[in-house]
């Protein structure tokens, strides 16, 4: 059995659900404005089509999940009762774009499209965020060892790890002492 992180009942129920119930009035109320000959019918074709799309991120697509289990050979991503699970062994494509600061991700699996494999991960909204973050950042760098972030991660770590030796030793740069006659 993995570990399993579930999104925060509260926050989810306002942030998916709600949002998706307000995307579908806007929906009827833009469809009966077209409908009845509103003189912003462009606009309100506009909203329909932004409605649609959220209505299908959230509860169609599971962009949103409620709960992700990571496994040592499977990760899944599950709302709404559906479950959109990847083996390890089949993953061909892992990105994860980071918003550190917001404390997010936008995560593409595979071959993406509009129904699967896109995910916005809002990790401050999970139990045991801090580890599910890592373990996700751990699963993108098995798949890609040899991308730019990879890379600029392991030079990085390399870099701290020098520091911390320089430093524990003792020394100091030449630059940073000055002699004064």
């Known amino acids: 059995m993995g570990k399993e ?4 009942k509260k926050t989810f129920l306002i942030r998916v659900i709600y949002a998706g119930i307000l995307a579908a009035i806007v929906f009827v109320f833009g469809i009966y404005s077209i409908i009845r000959g509103s003189s912003m019918k462009y606009l309100f074709m506009l909203i329909c ?6 209505i299908i991120t959230n509860f169609i697509s599971i962009s949103y999940p409620e709960k992700i289990v990571i496994d040592n050979n499977k990760i899944s991503f599950s ?4 479950s ?4 390890k062994i089949e993953l061909k494509c892992f990105k994860i774009k980071e918003q550190q600061l917001a404390g997010k991700m936008y995560i ?4 993406t499209s509009l129904f699967k494999g896109r995910y916005w991960i809002d990790l401050r909204a999970y139990n045991d965020y801090k580890d599910l973050g890592k373990n996700l950042l751990e699963i993108e760098e098995i798949i890609h060892p ?3 972030k990879a890379n600029i991660k ?3 770590a390399m870099y701290e790890e ?3 030796n320089y430093v524990s030793k003792g020394k100091r740069r030449s630059h940073c002492v000055r002699n004064e006659a």
């Open 79 to 82: 709302s709404f009762n559906k």
């Open 162 to 164: 020098r520091k911390k």
């Open 146 to 148: 040899n991308s730019l």
């Open 84 to 87: 959109h699970v990847y083996s």
């Open 108 to 111: 593409r699996v595979n071959k």
């Open 154 to 156: 392991k030079n990085n």
């Open 49 to 54: 089509f932004l409605c649609v799309y959220t």
């Open 5 to 8: 992180y579930l999104f925060n």
